[in-house]
């Protein structure tokens, strides 16, 4: 089967938006992903787009994928987000021993994962690997999940084991188990990203065998089908090019919205349309500044770092700085854009069947996710003044 051209899978985002918005509300009662929506996602090769080609996968360029979950969240950022983490989770399969990407992509490219990604689960070194055990929080997508990812830190047996401590990275790994082995908790009722189905999950007495697991951290090697410049990718740039284009997509969609509301609204009070108000003008002038300010920032700065890939360079703190400055803007510029078109929509946003509503509910649910949060601005000033990190997914 020929590939498809890079570009072309954009198109095919685009052309999924119908089948998205069709399913979105339906997402929301759920709080999952209907089976209909993954399978849209699924048949349309977008949960292979970072598998390798060796192995059946897209291996798109991370500028494509960034501008595919982009396209994706514009319709509904939940979706985005249940596209992006088994993307995210099936990328570290690179990293892996080649019989633990086998096992898990060698004989499906769609990356059906969930993950935890902190605090960490129990692993005693048990032979041939490792035996989890521990709870789990913000396992999106956990019900379409064939494998979970997850960080553990590495305990002996007994009562006077260590507490669990994620600072502690030289005894951390990051494995893969069975989805089967974990239970799902019901416990994701919450006020935005609902779709997203990122319930918490217990796991009891797993098996991780040594192929499936590796070190977690700066240092690794990539396995034999993984060779391409896309694996030599910083991880953290990915994560950037995967997370940060949902609350663009969550910005455009509230401009869309917002002004499309204004050409046919008139306030309370007033005699002219709201588009007709220069206040309104003046809101829409600034939130589609912010967000084409913060949207050319990500993406040149991912373009740099790809370029930069390409020519074989070493990816430096610096580097890794710039990215996370990039995503803190275009994640602060967006919140800034959603919050004056919800202010713009007035009581018609208020309503639970308002876009307007979803949107500023889902933005405010992402911030508070660590990658797009405000504090990771410190982390910026951090590394700009030659400081540790504070935060541990910025070395990966």
């Given at each position: 089967?020929?590939?498809?051209?890079?570009?072309?899978?954009?198109?095919?985002?685009?052309?999924?938006?119908?089948?998205?918005?069709?399913?979105?509300?339906?997402?929301?009662?759920?709080?999952?992903?209907?089976?209909?929506?993954?399978?849209?996602?699924?048949?349309?090769?977008?949960?292979?787009?970072?598998?390798?080609?060796?192995?059946?996968?897209?291996?798109?360029?991370?500028?494509?994928?960034?501008?595919?979950?982009?396209?994706?969240?514009?319709?509904?950022?939940?979706?985005?987000?249940?596209?992006?983490?088994?993307?995210?989770?099936?990328?570290?399969?690179?990293?892996?021993?080649?019989?633990?990407?086998?096992?898990?992509?060698?004989?499906?490219?769609?990356?059906?994962?969930?993950?935890?990604?902190?605090?960490?689960?129990?692993?005693?070194?048990?032979?041939?690997?490792?035996?989890?055990?521990?709870?789990?929080?913000?396992?999106?997508?956990?019900?379409?999940?064939?494998?979970?990812?997850?960080?553990?830190?590495?305990?002996?047996?007994?009562?006077?084991?260590?507490?669990?401590?994620?600072?502690?990275?030289?005894?951390?790994?990051?494995?893969?188990?069975?989805?089967?082995?974990?239970?799902?908790?019901?416990?994701?009722?919450?006020?935005?990203?609902?779709?997203?189905?990122?319930?918490?999950?217990?796991?009891?007495?797993?098996?991780?065998?040594?192929?499936?697991?590796?070190?977690?951290?700066?240092?690794?090697?990539?396995?034999?089908?993984?060779?391409?410049?896309?694996?030599?990718?910083?991880?953290?740039?990915?994560?950037?090019?995967?997370?940060?284009?949902?609350?663009?997509?969550?910005?455009?969609?509230?401009?869309?919205?917002?002004?499309?509301?204004?050409?046919?609204?008139?306030?309370?009070?007033?005699?002219?349309?709201?588009?007709?108000h220069p206040a309104t003008q003046h809101k829409i002038a600034q939130a589609e500044g912010v967000v084409r300010a913060g949207r050319a920032l990500l993406y040149e700065t991912l373009n740099a770092r790809w370029e930069a890939t390409l020519a074989g360079e070493e990816v430096t703190i610096d580097h890794r700085a710039d990215l996370m400055l990039a995503a803190s803007t275009a994640a602060s510029n967006a919140a800034y854009a959603v919050e004056l078109m919800f202010s713009l929509g007035g009581t018609t946003g208020i309503y639970v069947?308002?876009?307007?509503?979803?949107?500023?509910?889902?933005?405010?649910?992402?911030?508070?996710?660590?990658?797009?949060?405000?504090?990771?601005?410190?982390?910026?000033?951090?590394?700009?003044?030659?400081?540790?990190?504070?935060?541990?997914?910025?070395?990966?």
């Amino acid at each position: 089967m020929a590939s498809t051209p890079d570009q072309d899978y954009i198109q095919i985002a685009k052309d999924l938006g119908p089948v998205i918005q069709q399913y979105s509300d339906q997402a929301e009662r759920e709080g999952r992903m209907p089976q209909v929506m993954w399978d849209a996602l699924s048949d349309a090769g977008l949960l292979s787009l970072l598998s390798p080609k060796k192995l059946g996968g897209e291996e798109v360029d991370p500028i494509t994928y960034s501008r595919i979950v982009e396209e994706i969240s514009i319709h509904d950022a939940a979706a985005g987000w249940t596209l992006t983490n088994p993307l995210l989770f099936g990328l570290l399969c690179a990293r892996l021993p080649q019989q633990g990407a086998l096992d898990i992509l060698g004989k499906d490219p769609r990356a059906r994962l969930a993950a935890t990604f902190g605090p960490p689960l129990k692993a005693v070194r048990v032979e041939g690997g490792y035996r989890i055990s521990g709870y789990g929080p913000f396992a999106s997508n956990c019900h379409q999940a064939a494998w979970m990812g997850a960080i553990c830190q590495v305990v002996e047996e007994g009562p006077d084991n260590p507490e669990l401590d994620i600072n502690q990275r030289s005894r951390l790994i990051w494995g893969y188990y069975p989805a089967k082995d974990c239970q799902i908790l019901d416990n994701w009722h919450v006020m935005g990203m609902r779709g997203t189905g990122s319930n918490d999950i217990l796991v009891k007495e797993s098996f991780i065998p040594d192929h499936r697991c590796m070190p977690f951290g700066a240092e690794y090697e990539l396995g034999p089908d993984f060779q391409g410049p896309l694996y030599r990718f910083p991880f953290i740039g990915m994560a950037v090019g995967g997370l940060t284009p949902m609350v663009l997509g969550i910005a455009r969609r509230a401009i869309d919205e917002a002004a499309a509301l204004a050409k046919v609204k008139t306030p309370a009070g007033s005699s002219k349309l709201l588009w007709e108000h220069p206040a309104t003008q003046h809101k829409i002038a600034q939130a589609e500044g912010v967000v084409r300010a913060g949207r050319a920032l990500l993406y040149e700065t991912l373009n740099a770092r790809w370029e930069a890939t390409l020519a074989g360079e070493e990816v430096t703190i610096d580097h890794r700085a710039d990215l996370m400055l990039a995503a803190s803007t275009a994640a602060s510029n967006a919140a800034y854009a959603v919050e004056l078109m919800f202010s713009l929509g007035g009581t018609t946003g208020i309503y639970v069947n308002s876009p307007l509503e979803r949107c500023f509910r889902d933005m405010q649910v992402l911030r508070q996710q660590r990658l797009l949060a405000d504090g990771r601005y410190e982390t910026f000033g951090q590394m700009y003044f030659g400081l540790e990190p504070d935060f541990i997914t910025i070395v990966i």
